[in-house]
């Protein structure tokens, strides 16, 4: 499974960014997919994961409200919408996959993105 993330940038406080990620494997719609970021000198951090189904999402506390994860099946690509963005969610922001059940652990998750980097000014 390979995963292509992009739609990071540079944009000021209080706006938005759409980040994609392309997802090149077979049974797509069998993986768990999940969005990650890392910031400088901090550990990678959980942001949204939607189930295989698709009908399952969650997202972590402080993004909870103003982002949204959304998948497509068809095209097998997973996005982020970001709203209302704050200093705080500066960092790479990372897709990833893992075959089977729901999880919103870094280490259950098998596939990774290279990430793409989001900065929000203030």
């Known amino acids: 499974v390979q995963l292509q993330a992009s739609g990071g940038g540079l944009v000021q406080a209080g706006g938005s960014l759409r980040l994609s990620c392309a997802v090149a494997?077979?049974?797509?719609?069998?993986?768990?997919l999940g969005w990650f970021r890392q910031a400088p000198g901090k550990e990678r951090e959980f942001v949204a994961v939607?189930?295989?189904?698709?009908?399952?999402?969650s997202y972590a506390d402080s993004v909870k409200g103003r982002f949204t994860i959304s998948r497509d099946n068809a095209k097998n690509t997973v996005d982020l919408q970001m709203n209302s963005l704050k200093p705080n969610d500066t960092g790479v922001y990372y897709c990833?996959?893992?075959?089977?059940?729901?999880?919103?652990?870094?280490?259950?998750?098998?596939?990774w993105g290279q990430g793409t980097l989001v900065t929000v000014s203030s």
């Open positions: 494997g077979r049974t797509f719609s069998r993986y768990t």
């Open positions: 990833a996959a893992r075959q089977g059940s729901y999880s919103t652990f870094v280490k259950y998750f098998n596939y």
């Open positions: 939607s189930g295989w189904s698709g009908g399952a999402a």
